[in-house]
């Protein structure tokens, strides 16, 4: 197919904020809110730590805010950190028809952008959702093919959305803005090898980072190929073994992927989410007691033991990709936040002792977000959940206020419960702000008394 | 094959300066001293205009040089756009087997590391020889089925280069070393989409800058895979279809690539070399002139037009894409310099009228480094040159003073004859320099005048 990439541009450039549905507008505000409470939760996590005190001493001017952490560097580096920030819990949402992570890439960039040149909070949300579309419809070309080769796809395909979402701000022209694409895409990359290391956040980060770049150069004339999607030499010949160029161009302005945008619930791999689910309820329904519980019996599609099999987790991080902790906690705690995913949770005797009870029996006729939980009591009752549809997923989406539970969850512990407050007005009233910048600062929270933050 | 990636950097992290043959240290530095004149000469180059104008408003401290420039920026910018510089002509190293240009992505790196940490010409040297030991053996393990699929392998290959040879300089140890060639791989990018436009030298630019900044995380923590080649979601099988990592591990510190690298006597695309020589030497002669033409037949090999078949070029940068262009400006000029790749010289209707009278026929008994010419006179006659082995082979390598004639004519419009002079100097006596660093200032010759510059 001739001219893909010619006319992914000539829709984004041209395309009118007022145009986007009343629905879209609001999906749109739901995932930018979910987005920024996983970055300024994840904004104190080791990972970024470690990557802000190399890159500081060769960093740029204070133009822009790291989340959660009271500092300020320049937007190149604000966009990289942030975007490691609200991907490091892999809590934040997810296009499931890609797996891509579609907010972080692109809001990433375009946060960091909004407090060197100011942009109303239409424009933002606009762009957003037009990065959003390039990097999932770019994905649906691909996808599995191109994630099954072993590509991090939130990586390969975010560095494009977010160079979009940035040059439908600067307002780059036609040719400028299939050169911000060229350029974005010559640097799609990232390995799923590094799944369970710290670059699997670097990911997005790297991809808002690289793709705002390449708008900033496509604006200043720096040029590249005018096809980097269809061409024989271009991403999706190169880095996929099939591809659907009808999914970029076929429909461009009617539907939007961003409608199908999900936010998780729990802390942890998405497959592992009925099982949550369904414990929860039982035991919010019962008033359970672990130390009441004879045994729980799990039957779950056969992904969750593929992926979360794990039987004896050691560390936080492992829990993740253990059913059986991720049961054991939902009876204890009713939940499966960050707190749950602690190294101490994971050790903590009474969660190990129950987790130790639970069972889970792959079938294949069960669906991906669908579970039945079966706990034996001591007492010899059978309680059972039959979980049609996992909450978060499509057909049960979090609700507003599920989404603002989250948030403040995620939010509190790093700058406080007034900042919090604070935060979650601002950025639910994004639609009618004059200058997104303030959402941003209002992100910072208080300092955190960092010595050579300066 | 288990522990390619933590074998490499057992190598690396163990290897003494003191163990290099005296031939490879020679080749380093001839190695170095080209990629420096081609930095020097291409500093000027719009390409770096653009780049430089986009993001010196998010740039760090004046830390590093930008040669040719008389401007600082920081380190990981001066790796960005010294690597740009050093290939934006291309007419840098190359290494035959791969395809490979070796020094700008490493060179790039260590150089502007070398103002903010002192490093000794002889570890200087000795990373730089280890960082072209890494791409070129990577590139050795995938190619030619890697760069067949459409990969730019001086990108790709080239920011694990940059990353180990940063990496021996900061010291790290063996598990640092396997993340910073982690953090560079999950980062390994480039289309050969892209040749012909800006992003060709981006390419080892952002692999210089990647490989940096890799091992500067790595440096302080921050973790990947340790199994980023051989994994099978990671380089070799995510990047290519065929994969021999005996190349990459066999013979470690016995063999080195630097001593098959190869300098450029004319600016452009390898593979059109043997076609330039012979026309060079047929114009030189025969006192040929355009006028008295009736045609010109190549035989090439069958690479000359899958990479130079371009027939009209209309810009500079897409002459050195073109054989018919470049045997044209062979036979009028006598050079295939710069200037003959100018947006003027590709539009000069003396040279469009020859250049349309070139016809190449891809005949697979030619080798890469092979030509033969025919040109047709006018008058009947019939002029034939067989080049066995062109000027820059490994058979007929550039000498040490044509190496020198090479960069003053490169270096000498930019920064003038007394600063060029100087620079050739401190350059040839790498080896025995305390702080590589003052190969750099001196690199910067004289300030450009740059209104923004500061």
Redesign the interface.
Known sequence: MNEVTKTFSRYLVNAKAGDLPEAVRKEAVRSFFNWLGCAVGGSVHE?VD??L???R?????Q?ATLLGRGERI???NAALLNGISSHVFDFDDTHLKTIIHPAGPVASAILALSE?RKVSGADFLHAFVLGVEVECRIGNAVYPAHYD???HITGTAGVFGAAAAVGKILGLDEQKMTWAL??A??????????FG???KS??PG?AAQNGL?AA??A???????D??LE?????A??MSTERDFGEIVDGLGERFEIALNTYKPFACGIVIHPAIDGCIQLRNEHGLKAGDIEKIELDVHPLVLELTGKKTPQRGLEGKFSVYHSAAVAVIHGAAGEEEYSDASVRDPDVVSLRDRVTATANPDIREDEVVVRIMMKSGQVLTRHVEHAIGSLERPMSDADLEQKFRRLATGVIGAPATDRLVSVARGIESLADVSEIARAGAGHARGDADAE
């Open positions: 990972t470690r990557a005190s190399a890159l001493p060769f960093a740029g001017p133009q320049d937007i190149l060197y080769i072993g590509w060229g350029i895409g010559t640097q799609s990359s990232g390995f799923r090898e590094m290391t710290m670059c670097f990911h790297r770049s900033l150069l604006q200043k004339g720096f040029t590249s190929s096809r980097v061409a024989p030499r271009g991403f010949h190169v």
